[in-house]
């Protein structure tokens, strides 16, 4: 129809754009912005882990009890290593999970949520972005969900975020320079910590 031409051609212009931005179409490594999303969100799931549970904010991402695989494993070990994705699919990630956040103030990241929101949202930046990806039933497997309930997650997060996948360049922009301002070692060799925004489900600071 022609809203999906229309969104394919907003795609293309976004990556263009994208592209010009960055200063080279050369695809860049994504294990390094893997490993600060990889530590923002560990450190976020520790601290909303202390925040009681409501029932009005269980949604189908929810477990009944936390994964053991931890979040750095699993981003790392599962979906680093088999899902194929490149550096702007995990920065687009970042932002729609950010965007459940936003626009669903009741919804808070915990370890009952995080890892089905992390493979749901990896699975939807890939299709938008990324010239080659897998179906949902490889997503699933590398999740370990079963393939009904990653398709019910898929239509759930889009829902969420009001199935809006596209970013405005200006936004993307400023997640990736956040998460890349983050790699830079002090000079204690320390890596600076990923600040987070002051509301309880916020992933990376606010627009603005």
């Excluded at 932002?95 to 370890?111: A, R, T």
């Amino acid at each position: 129809g022609g809203g999906e031409r229309e969104a394919v051609a907003a795609e293309g212009d976004w990556r263009a754009r994208e592209s010009a931005m960055v200063g080279d179409s050369s695809p860049r490594t994504p294990d390094l912005i893997v490993t600060v999303i990889s530590k923002l969100l560990t450190e976020l799931v520790a601290r909303n882990d202390q925040l009681p549970l409501v029932p009005n904010q269980v949604t189908p991402f929810h477990s009944s009890k936390p994964p053991t695989i931890s979040v750095k494993s699993y981003l790392e070990d599962r979906i680093l290593k088999y899902a194929g994705c490149s550096e702007e699919t995990f920065i687009l990630a970042l932002i729609y999970m950010d965007q459940v956040v936003q626009f669903n103030p009741d919804f808070v990241i915990s370890s009952l949520n995080v890892h089905r929101l992390l493979i749901t949202s990896v699975m939807l930046a890939s299709k938008f972005f990324d010239d080659v990806y897998y179906n949902n039933a490889y997503y699933a497997r590398v999740g370990g969900i079963s393939n009904a309930e990653v398709n019910s997650l898929e239509m759930e997060m889009l829902r969420m975020i009001s199935f809006s996948l596209f970013v405005q360049p200006d936004q993307y922009e400023r997640y990736r320079g956040s998460l890349y301002s983050h790699l830079t070692p002090r000079q204690d060799g320390a890596v600076p910590g990923v600040p987070c925004q002051p509301s309880v489900g916020g992933v990376t600071p606010a627009a603005g």
